[in-house]
């Protein structure tokens, strides 16, 4: 069988998480993806090796959330078959360093509650790190969260975001009754 190498390259500040105390993250993540793990501390580089594609697809995704900021714990959820890890770029809503902060800050909202927010209606996890903002969650759930955090940089009121996802809460759980209803 053929053996595949991805090059992935993640923020040095992230190096430690993605290792892990003793090794204990990058271990985890060969043991459940059946890849193995290269990791340059000094440059931020990673490279992933295995035979099963989508072992390597699913470490790529783990890595790149973990680069992003989130807990490997939650990164983890991405092997999960239902489960989907989102990037939105915040240089494509606004380019300078200031407009760029005060975007992040409509998505993080005051102490954290917009993020928090949208967190708890769309049951994803969000980190705002970088020019980044990644949402890890359900697919459905996923996109719902990502609609809104463009919402947000796109400029809509908060109101109108946090009616809209409440509304589509509902839709979602009604939705999900009714499939368990049907078996």
């Known amino acids: 069988m053929a053996e595949f190498e991805y ?8 190096i430690a998480v993605l290792i892990g ?8 993540i060969e043991k459940e993806t059946g890849t193995k793990l290269d990791i340059d ?6 490279f992933v090796k295995g035979e099963d594609a989508l072992g390597l697809f699913s470490t790529r995704e783990i890595i790149k959330a973990i680069g992003r900021g989130f807990n490997p714990d939650i990164a983890l959820l991405l092997l999960k078959q239902d489960y989907a890890f989102e ?6 809503f606004g380019k300078t360093p200031q407009t ?3 975007l992040k800050g409509r998505v993080i909202g005051a102490e954290g509650k917009s993020r928090k927010f949208i967190e708890e209606m769309t049951e994803c996890s969000i980190s705002v790190y970088g020019k980044t903002i990644g949402i890890i969650g359900e697919s459905a759930h996923v996109a719902l969260a990502r609609r809104a955090a463009e919402s947000l940089l796109a400029g ?7 009616k809209w996802l409440e509304r589509q809460r509902r839709d979602l759980k ?5 499939q368990k209803k049907s078996f």
């Not at 105390?21 to 985890?28: A, L, P, S, T, Y």
């Not at 501390?41 to 990673?46: M, P, T």
């Open 41 to 46: 501390s000094d440059e931020g580089d990673v």
């Open 156 to 162: 809509s009121p908060h109101s109108n975001v946090y």
């Open 7 to 14: 090059e992935l390259k993640i923020p040095k500040d992230r």
């Open 100 to 102: 760029m902060l005060r």
């Open 21 to 28: 105390k003793k090794g204990e993250v990058k271990d985890q």
């Open 174 to 178: 009604r939705l999900e009754l009714e």
């Open 87 to 92: 990037l939105i770029t915040v240089t494509d």
